[in-house]
């Protein structure tokens, strides 16, 4: 817990630098950063971010203008607004996770939800975005491709992506165990 809470530390001052709000040093390369953890402490990373991390962006001087999106809540959302969310699971009970897996992934493609994300918000006037809900949203969802379809969405917006596994700098590791394809357009924003 002892190097978890260590690296949770070096998260505020990261955020409010300059050089991260202003994608300065990343070789005209967009500011994605990626905050791996243990998956064992996802509710502390959750209690982290909603106890620690918004009210210090919120308290911050200069102000910082942020969002945080749970990637989970906004697939919900949409299935909801689509009507979607009880046939799901009527399908899951009936037809098995499988078959329910194959018609969520045809409506919650990783390009539609980048796309629903970044209409909710104004992306040009946030300073951060901040998202979470990956671990929750998986199967799904695939974090790289969501990514790379945020990639061009996000203008100038740096985007911090809370990280249930490990990220090396190229390759995503959901839960330390599940590879994902290689991902290596986001920076690790704590060692």
């Keep these: 817990m002892n190097v978890f809470e260590d690296r949770l530390n070096q998260i505020i001052p990261r955020l409010t630098s300059k050089e991260l709000l202003n994608n300065q040093g990343l070789s005209n390369e967009i500011g994605f950063w990626v905050f791996d953890y243990p998956p064992e402490y996802e509710l502390e990373m959750r209690a982290f971010l909603k106890d620690v991390i918004e009210p210090a962006l919120t308290k911050h001087q200069p102000a910082i203008s942020f969002a945080t999106v749970n990637i989970f809540d906004l697939a919900i959302g949409l299935l ?52 979470s809900g990956v671990g929750a949203i998986y199967p799904i969802l695939r974090t790289h491709t969501l990514l790379s379809a945020l990639h061009p969405l996000m203008k100038h917006t740096p985007l911090l992506l809370l990280y249930p596994g490990k990220y090396d700098g190229y390759t995503l590791r959901l839960f330390n165990k599940l590879a994902e394809d290689h991902y290596y357009r986001a920076f690790r924003l704590v060692p």
């Design 80 to 131: 909801e607004e689509r009507k979607l969310l009880d046939k799901a699971l009527d399908m899951q009970q009936t037809q098995g996770d499988a078959k329910a897996l194959e018609s969520l992934r045809r409506v919650l493609k990783e390009d539609k939800l980048a796309e629903r994300l970044v209409s909710q918000l104004d992306v040009d006037n946030l300073s951060l975005l901040l998202l």
